[in-house]
Protein backbone atom coordinates (compact mmCIF):
# COMPACT_ATOMS: atom_id res chain seq x y z
CA UNK A 1 0.00 0.00 0.00
CA UNK A 2 2.96 2.28 0.54
CA UNK A 3 4.60 1.42 -2.62
CA UNK A 4 0.94 2.31 -4.39
CA UNK A 5 0.74 5.83 -2.45
CA UNK A 6 4.24 6.88 -3.52
CA UNK A 7 3.40 6.09 -6.80
CA UNK A 8 0.80 8.03 -6.77
CA UNK A 9 2.52 10.88 -5.39
CA UNK A 10 5.28 10.91 -8.23
CA UNK A 11 2.26 10.41 -10.85
CA UNK A 12 0.85 14.00 -9.41
CA UNK A 13 4.22 15.79 -9.57
CA UNK A 14 4.68 14.85 -12.69
CA UNK A 15 1.51 15.92 -13.77
CA UNK A 16 2.42 19.35 -12.11
CA UNK A 17 5.46 19.18 -13.21
CA UNK A 18 3.68 18.69 -17.21
CA UNK A 19 0.95 21.27 -16.27
CA UNK A 20 4.01 24.29 -15.36
CA UNK A 21 5.89 23.72 -18.20
CA UNK A 22 2.95 23.60 -20.43
CA UNK A 23 1.97 26.93 -18.59
CA UNK A 24 5.49 28.31 -19.21
CA UNK A 25 5.10 27.40 -23.02
CA UNK A 26 1.89 29.39 -23.30
CA UNK A 27 3.26 32.62 -21.34
CA UNK A 28 6.17 32.65 -23.72
CA UNK A 29 4.46 32.67 -26.66
CA UNK A 30 1.60 35.08 -25.45
CA UNK A 31 4.28 37.16 -24.64
CA UNK A 32 5.97 36.53 -28.23
CA UNK A 33 2.75 37.58 -30.06
CA UNK A 34 1.99 40.58 -27.88
CA UNK A 35 5.39 41.57 -28.12
CA UNK A 36 5.23 40.89 -32.34
CA UNK A 37 1.65 43.04 -32.68
CA UNK A 38 2.85 46.08 -30.47
CA UNK A 39 6.22 46.32 -32.97
CA UNK A 40 4.37 45.58 -36.09
CA UNK A 41 1.93 48.34 -35.03
CA UNK A 42 3.93 51.09 -33.69
CA UNK A 43 7.72 50.49 -35.02
CA UNK A 44 7.57 48.69 -38.16
CA UNK A 45 6.29 45.89 -40.52
CA UNK A 46 7.32 44.19 -43.90
CA UNK A 47 5.57 45.08 -47.14
CA UNK A 48 5.76 43.23 -50.56
CA UNK A 49 6.67 45.84 -53.60
CA UNK A 50 4.17 45.29 -56.49
CA UNK A 51 5.31 46.44 -59.76
CA UNK A 52 8.63 47.63 -61.67
CA UNK A 53 8.49 51.75 -60.82
CA UNK A 54 11.27 51.49 -58.40
CA UNK A 55 13.81 49.48 -60.70
CA UNK A 56 16.46 49.31 -59.95
CA UNK A 57 16.46 49.82 -56.34
CA UNK A 58 13.31 47.79 -55.77
CA UNK A 59 12.20 45.38 -58.01
CA UNK A 60 8.41 42.85 -58.40
CA UNK A 61 8.41 40.58 -55.59
CA UNK A 62 10.97 42.51 -53.06
CA UNK A 63 10.00 42.49 -49.27
CA UNK A 64 10.88 45.18 -47.26
CA UNK A 65 11.11 46.32 -43.51
CA UNK A 66 9.08 49.64 -43.09
CA UNK A 67 9.37 51.72 -39.90
CA UNK A 68 6.31 54.04 -38.83
CA UNK A 69 9.12 56.13 -36.87
CA UNK A 70 10.76 57.87 -39.75
CA UNK A 71 11.02 61.73 -37.97
CA UNK A 72 11.38 64.06 -40.58
CA UNK A 73 10.79 62.96 -44.30
CA UNK A 74 13.72 64.41 -46.53
CA UNK A 75 14.94 64.28 -50.09
CA UNK A 76 15.99 60.78 -51.15
CA UNK A 77 13.65 58.51 -48.37
CA UNK A 78 11.83 55.45 -50.12
CA UNK A 79 8.86 55.35 -48.58
CA UNK A 80 5.42 53.41 -48.51
CA UNK A 81 2.02 55.84 -48.77
CA UNK A 82 -1.47 55.04 -49.46
CA UNK A 83 -3.31 57.32 -51.99
CA UNK A 84 -6.89 55.74 -51.97
CA UNK A 85 -7.60 57.55 -55.10
CA UNK A 86 -5.39 56.43 -56.66
CA UNK A 87 -4.56 52.58 -55.33
CA UNK A 88 -6.12 50.62 -53.19
CA UNK A 89 -2.58 48.80 -51.94
CA UNK A 90 0.28 50.78 -50.52
CA UNK A 91 2.43 52.00 -53.48
CA UNK A 92 6.38 52.50 -53.07
CA UNK A 93 8.28 55.73 -54.21
CA UNK A 94 10.90 58.20 -53.43
CA UNK A 95 10.74 61.57 -51.97
CA UNK A 96 11.85 64.40 -54.71
CA UNK A 97 10.97 67.34 -52.60
CA UNK A 98 9.00 68.45 -49.31
CA UNK A 99 7.15 71.43 -48.64
CA UNK A 100 8.31 74.30 -49.53
CA UNK A 101 10.51 73.61 -51.99
CA UNK A 102 10.45 74.14 -55.67
CA UNK A 103 10.53 71.71 -58.58
CA UNK A 104 11.17 71.50 -62.16
CA UNK A 105 12.02 69.03 -64.44
CA UNK A 106 13.35 69.28 -68.01
CA UNK A 107 11.66 66.68 -69.90
CA UNK A 108 14.21 67.33 -72.91
CA UNK A 109 17.76 66.52 -70.95
CA UNK A 110 16.31 64.19 -68.11
CA UNK A 111 17.39 66.76 -65.33
CA UNK A 112 15.39 67.50 -62.16
CA UNK A 113 15.98 71.08 -60.19
CA UNK A 114 14.75 71.25 -56.50
CA UNK A 115 15.20 75.22 -55.74
CA UNK A 116 17.41 75.83 -58.48
CA UNK A 117 19.71 72.85 -57.63
CA UNK A 118 20.45 69.84 -60.44
CA UNK A 119 19.96 66.78 -58.33
CA UNK A 120 22.47 63.91 -58.29
CA UNK A 121 20.20 60.57 -58.77
CA UNK A 122 21.90 57.79 -58.82
CA UNK A 123 19.73 55.97 -58.14
CA UNK A 124 17.26 56.53 -60.93
CA UNK A 125 16.72 53.46 -63.83
CA UNK A 126 17.06 56.39 -66.75
CA UNK A 127 16.60 59.98 -67.16
CA UNK A 128 13.13 61.72 -66.74
CA UNK A 129 11.52 62.06 -70.06
CA UNK A 130 8.24 60.90 -69.29
CA UNK A 131 5.76 63.60 -69.04
CA UNK A 132 2.46 63.24 -67.43
CA UNK A 133 -0.74 65.44 -66.92
CA UNK A 134 1.15 68.14 -63.67
CA UNK A 135 2.94 71.28 -65.32
CA UNK A 136 6.02 72.37 -63.98
CA UNK A 137 7.35 73.96 -61.96
CA UNK A 138 5.41 73.32 -58.98
CA UNK A 139 5.98 74.39 -55.11
CA UNK A 140 4.94 71.90 -52.73
CA UNK A 141 2.30 72.73 -50.17
CA UNK A 142 2.53 72.70 -46.81
CA UNK A 143 2.56 69.29 -45.10
CA UNK A 144 3.17 67.75 -48.58
CA UNK A 145 5.82 65.81 -49.99
CA UNK A 146 6.63 65.43 -53.91
CA UNK A 147 7.34 61.95 -54.86
CA UNK A 148 8.51 59.74 -57.63
CA UNK A 149 9.96 56.42 -58.89
CA UNK A 150 13.37 55.04 -59.66
CA UNK A 151 12.13 54.30 -63.12
CA UNK A 152 11.19 57.46 -64.22
CA UNK A 153 9.74 56.61 -67.78
CA UNK A 154 7.48 53.48 -65.98
CA UNK A 155 5.93 55.17 -62.83
CA UNK A 156 3.29 56.74 -62.09
CA UNK A 157 3.95 59.33 -59.26
CA UNK A 158 3.56 63.16 -58.41
CA UNK A 159 4.01 63.69 -62.01
CA UNK A 160 0.68 62.48 -62.89
CA UNK A 161 -2.51 64.75 -61.02
CA UNK A 162 -3.90 61.25 -59.73
CA UNK A 163 -1.38 60.97 -57.33
CA UNK A 164 -0.25 64.72 -57.39
CA UNK A 165 1.22 66.23 -53.70
CA UNK A 166 1.12 63.93 -51.06
CA UNK A 167 0.32 64.83 -47.59
CA UNK A 168 2.40 63.69 -45.16
CA UNK A 169 -0.39 61.62 -42.93
CA UNK A 170 -0.54 59.26 -45.86
CA UNK A 171 2.63 58.02 -45.47
CA UNK A 172 2.87 54.68 -43.41
CA UNK A 173 6.70 54.27 -43.23
CA UNK A 174 10.34 54.79 -44.40
CA UNK A 175 11.62 51.55 -46.11
CA UNK A 176 14.71 50.47 -44.43
CA UNK A 177 15.87 47.39 -45.90
CA UNK A 178 14.82 44.67 -48.26
CA UNK A 179 14.59 41.03 -46.78
CA UNK A 180 13.79 39.06 -49.44
CA UNK A 181 14.51 37.87 -51.65
CA UNK A 182 18.00 37.19 -50.00
CA UNK A 183 19.79 37.73 -53.35
CA UNK A 184 18.59 41.73 -52.84
CA UNK A 185 18.88 41.61 -48.95
CA UNK A 186 20.49 45.35 -47.57
CA UNK A 187 19.97 48.44 -47.11
CA UNK A 188 17.58 50.63 -48.98
CA UNK A 189 19.88 53.92 -50.34
Known sequence: MAENM???????????????EIYDWMQCIVVA???CILIFTFV????????????PTLEDGDKIIITNIHG?????????????????????????ATEGQTLDINFQTGEVWVDGQLLDEPYINAPTMRQLDVEFPVTVP???????????????????????????????????????PFSHFGIIK
Open 6 to 20: GSMQENTEEEHSIKL
Open 33 to 35: LVA
Open 44 to 55: GRIIGVDGSSMV
Open 72 to 96: ELKYGDVVVLTKREFSREPIVKRVI
Open 142 to 180: EGCIFVMGDNRNKSTDSRASTIGFVDTRCVLGKALNIVY
